[in-house]
Nanobody
Framework: QVQLVESGGGLVQAGGSLRLSCAAS????????MGWFRQPPGLEREFVAAISWSGGWTAYADNVKGRFTISRDNAKNTAYLQMNSLKSEDTAVYYCARRGYSCSGNACYDISKYDYWGQGTQVTVSS
């Protein structure tokens, strides 16, 4: 059974940085693309970033582009989300997910392409 465990969330001031980690177990991590999503209070879950199995392709939501960086270390079965220049609107529960279904381009932003999810980690940005 695939398990994904996020860590690294917390409380940070606006303008600060956090690095989220997603540790995977129970599957062939290096064979799958990964994604990060977030769910702000009272809102639906939204796409943040995605990365291909090799790390050679990445994609970002417009509102995090230039501030967030997704990466992965297949030797450690871990995906990362480096978040810089954080804003209050970045406050949310952040989830990592495994992309279990094929897609290309913007279709990989679709939540339905992801089959396994972590439990989430809270990120709170104070202004």
């Amino acid at each position: 059974q695939v398990q994904l465990v996020e860590s690294g969330g917390g409380l940070v001031q606006a303008g600060g940085s956090l690095r989220l980690s997603c540790a995977a177990s129970g599957g062939t991590f290096r064979s799958y693309g990964m994604g990060w999503f977030r769910q702000p209070p009272g809102l639906e879950r939204e796409f943040v970033a995605a990365i291909s199995w090799s790390g050679g392709w990445t994609a970002y939501a417009d509102n995090v582009k230039g501030r967030f960086t997704i990466s992965r270390d297949n030797a450690k079965n871990t995906a990362y989300l480096q978040m810089n220049s954080l804003k209050s609107e970045d406050t949310a529960v952040y989830y990592c997910a495994r992309r279990g279904y094929s897609c290309s381009g913007n279709a990989c932003y679709d939540i339905s392409k992801y089959d396994y999810w972590g439990q989430g980690t809270q990120v709170t940005v104070s202004s």
